[in-house]
């Protein structure tokens, strides 16, 4: 069975940061492409970040590049989003997925003074 739990999510000031972790199990980690997703109050998925199972490819989108640094570490299983310089509009539900698609129950980021 696949699971994904992520962790690592809680209150935030504007400005600060937060380290997302995503524990795997179930699949073959090391062989899948990794994405965050995330979910804002109210709106629709939205993804954040990838990467390629080997770790050497990461992509962005537009809104968290250059302060988001998705990693992972094949040896534990494990899939990260180091999140800085957090904005309000960071907020949501994040998620980890798989490559077919699997998601875990998600962690809550909230940005907010």
């Known amino acids: 069975e696949v699971q994904l739990v992520e962790s690592g999510g809680g209150l935030v000031q504007p400005g600060g940061s937060l380290r997302l972790s995503c524990a795997a199990s179930?699949?073959?980690?090391?062989?899948?492409?990794m994405t965050w997703v995330r979910q804002a109050p109210g709106k629709g998925l939205e993804w954040v970040s990838r990467?390629?199972?080997?770790?050497?490819?990461?992509s962005y989108a537009d809104s968290v590049k250059g302060r988001f640094t998705i990693s992972r570490d094949n040896t534990k299983n494990t899939l990260y989003l180091q999140m800085n310089s957090l904005k309000p509009e960071d907020t949501g539900m994040y998620y980890c997925?798989?490559?077919?698609?699997?998601r875990g129950q998600g962690t809550q980021v909230t940005v907010s003074s």
């Open positions: 990467i390629r199972s080997g770790g050497g490819s990461t």
């Open positions: 997925t798989n490559a077919i698609g699997a």
């Open positions: 179930g699949f073959i980690f090391s062989t899948s492409a």
